[in-house]
């Protein structure tokens, strides 16, 4: 039995049911169930039909609010209790493909009704107590602030905030006033414009819940805290709204995401004007606030880059719960028992992901040494886990006792999954799958982790073909949310079906891609890296270039992104695409020299920066220092280096190395973070320009000179 359910013929109090009165009738099947006990305590329900989830929309709000006046008439109710009937889901928020399709008076009508309906709830003059097992984030949580008591499950579905910000919008139902009224402004500033997502302790530490508790335990804390003789009132005050605070506070919030993405300059950034919005609300009356909140929110969802953001949402979600078309309907099968080969930053980076959710774990290598770097490594990452919150102290000894090592050779044929993660070299990779294949199981499945290099070679002459594929893990792996899904045409629907379940069981999102050098990302990700480096070759200051890019609305700019990858591996991918793409690849020595003159990136503190993050000096003897024609500005630099991801995210849809174009920009989203407010496909009137179009002109060549 589910303890959180209001059905009358289930409520373990049912003999202490009062009937409630019929309640008007709605132009959708009612989402709301309510009862009142013999206590007076009011239980309201949220159980959209049919769904997951409970969302707003102009049906369930205007359902709320005729339940809040029948609460208001009746006398005889001493308190109101609002709960969820679903498994992981208290409240969602707003209905976002509802708020996409709304034309703006309606939208209007929506965004002011919804502040009106928490106000008149927040105004009954009775205890309200908000009972939160699952999400409770945007309008869920808005509604929560509307409460008087905000109580919480400790279980792992339960996750709090307000994320608006990420989808380029502002909590516009109070949450902007109403926050920082309760926790204060500065806490409340960083939570809304960063749009982060709290655990249950997390947000009790903060203040954003009252207690939290077994969820077994909701319901009696509930009906505690309805009877009890405090009641606690909707704080309207905190002394961080004195002047000047609001003011200081506005200035360094701005300066700091602006020193973070210069690109918010430019563009209409949601991020940039909650700040506004909840420094300027501080200081008025809660009236003018909400009205502040309503002007904002009217504004944001005019812009294009609201819109892209959530349609960006929508297809990650997609991507990160379904499969293609094509393999709907193909049987999968659970993947539990794991084996990581190799011990290094990726093979460690990825037996933690595994093992954090569920997975059973064996890490390989070759040599004591190996191995013990290895471990020392993933229980780093346990370490930094409990640290920022992403674990609990349960969780990470439970994860930590689900890995085992060895370095010694093994039989495998208990493993459902092999993934090799060790040196980018074709012959080792080909040579380890081939042993492999003998070590395990004809059912296993082994998965190279491989970023550029042919699944299809490594296959070769290995029994049962069909079970091999490649599984792109970006680094840092635990973190990246990508996976590329290397299909080979050998390859069983049922082994990418249950690869692409994996990943999404993960937490991450697969994108399915055909065995071509580089795959998607990184082979549109090369081009635009070696045209910075030739860009930079010939620059006097070519750490501009970098620059342009973040204006342009990258999170790292191409040098520094080559200092992550390491010159090494950069220098291997560009081999490896340059043998199959030719000269389509921007040439240039200037990596060649810096690796030949010690410099290695990230890897020895020497790159493009050094360690503490400042432009290396040592680069400028080995620059040509000739100004490139015609790039006089960072809007030219971003423009040539935008049309070089351009040219090769088109050749990469003609040549059907992923379904879509969606795929692949999302690819590229999550990839590398590509601005889902940028085009990365040509567009003309009547869609994306092929390469071989008359019309599509990649930018000047960097080659002559």
Same mark, same amino acid.
């Given at each position: 039995m589910n303890l959180l359910t209001l059905d009358p013929t289930q409520d373990p109090e049912q003999d202490l049911i009062l009937p409630s009165r019929p309640h008007p009738v709605h132009k959708t099947p009612p989402a709301f169930r309510n009862f009142v006990d013999v206590d007076g305590i009011c239980w309201l329900t949220f159980d959209t039909p049919n769904?997951?989830?409970?969302?707003?929309?102009?049906d369930t709000l205007d359902e709320l609010d005729s339940h809040i006046e029948d609460i208001h008439r009746d006398g005889l109710i001493r308190a109101l209790v609002i709960r969820s009937n679903k498994e992981r889901v208290f409240i969602a928020g707003?209905?976002?493909?509802?708020?996409?399709?709304?034309?703006?008076?309606?939208?209007?009508?929506?965004?002011a009704m919804g502040q009106d309906v928490f106000t008149h709830l927040e105004s009954l003059r009775i205890p309200k107590i908000a009972a939160i097992h699952g999400a409770c984030v945007g309008g869920g949580f808005e509604l929560a602030l509307a409460c008087d008591w905000r109580i919480a499950s400790d279980h792992e579905s339960t996750r709090i905030g307000l994320p608006e910000t990420q989808l380029g919008l502002i909590p516009a139902w109070g949450g902007s006033t109403r926050l920082s009224r309760l926790i204060g402004l500065p806490a409340a500033l960083d939570l809304i414009v960063r749009g982060k997502l709290l655990k249950a302790d997390h947000a009790k530490r903060l203040g954003l819940v009252d207690e939290v508790v077994p969820v077994e335990n909701l319901q009696a804390l509930a009906k505690k805290l309805a009877l009890g003789d405090t009641q606690v009132k909707h704080p309207h005050f905190h002394f961080s709204q004195l002047w000047p605070i609001p003011r200081v506070l506005r200035m360094k919030a701005r300066g700091a995401l602006l020193a973070k993405y210069p690109w918010m300059k430019h563009e209409t950034s949601a991020p940039l004007m909650a700040v506004e919005v909840v420094t300027q609300g501080a200081s008025k009356s809660f009236e003018e606030s909400l009205a502040l909140e309503q002007k904002t929110m009217r504004e944001l969802m005019a812009s294009s880059m609201t819109r892209s953001l959530i349609t960006t949402f929508f297809a990650k979600e997609a991507a990160s719960k379904k499969l293609p078309a094509a393999l709907v309907n193909v049987p999968t099968r659970s993947l539990t028992n794991v084996t990581v080969i190799g011990a290094g930053v990726m093979g460690a980076g990825i037996a933690y992901a595994l093992a954090c959710k569920g997975s059973r774990v064996l890490v390989c290598d070759t040599t004591a040494d190996f191995v013990a770097r290895g471990a020392g490594r993933i229980n780093q990452l346990f370490s930094d886990g409990l640290r920022h919150h992403a674990l609990t102290k349960l969780q990470a000894r439970d994860a930590q006792d689900r890995i085992g090592y060895t370095f010694a050779t093994p039989p495998l044929h208990h493993m459902d999954l092999v993934v090799e993660a060790v040196v980018e070299d074709l012959r080792v990779k080909k040579a380890l799958l081939a042993d492999l294949a003998k070590r395990c199981g004809d059912q296993t499945i082994l998965a190279t982790n491989t970023s550029a290099l042919s699944v299809a070679q490594m296959a070769e002459g290995i029994p049962h073909p069909e079970r091999v594929i490649g599984l792109h893990f970006f680094n840092p792996a635990h973190v990246m949310p990508l996976v590329e899904v290397v299909a080979l045409d050998q390859t069983s629907p049922e082994v990418v079906a249950t690869a692409m379940r994996f990943v999404q069981s993960l937490g991450k999102t697969p994108i399915l891609v055909k065995d071509s050098p580089g795959f998607v990302v990184n082979r549109i990700l090369m081009p635009y890296m070696l045209g910075a480096v030739q860009l930079a070759e010939r620059m006097r200051d070519p750490w501009i270039i970098d620059e342009a890019m973040l204006e342009f609305g990258m999170p790292m700019g191409p040098l520094r992104l080559l200092d992550e990858v390491g010159f090494e591996v950069a220098l291997h991918v560009e081999k490896t695409l340059r043998a199959a793409f030719g000269d389509r690849i921007p040439k240039t020595d200037l990596l060649q020299n810096m690796k030949d003159a010690g410099m290695l990136g990230c890897k020895n503190g020497l790159g493009f920066y050094l360690d503490d993050e400042e432009p290396n000096p040592d680069v400028l003897p080995l620059l040509k220092t000739k100004e490139v024609?015609?790039? +006089?500005?960072?809007?030219?630099?971003?423009?040539?280096?935008?049309?070089?991801?351009?040219?090769?995210?088109? +050749?990469?849809?003609?040549?059907?190395?992923?379904?879509?174009?969606?795929?692949i920009k999302l690819a590229m989203l999550l990839g590398t973070g590509f601005p889902p407010f940028r085009d990365l496909f040509p567009l003309s009137d009547t869609g994306i320009l092929p390469v071989s179009s008359p019309g599509f002109q990649p930018g000047p060549s960097m080659n002559a000179g």
């Open positions: 769904s997951t989830a409970n969302v707003w929309n102009m707003a209905d976002l493909k509802n708020l996409l399709t709304l034309p703006p008076d309606e939208l209007n009508e929506l965004i024609p015609g790039m +006089r500005s960072k809007l030219e630099i971003s423009s040539h280096l935008q049309k070089l991801l351009q040219a090769e995210a088109a +050749r990469c849809l003609e040549d059907g190395v992923a379904a879509s174009a969606e795929d």
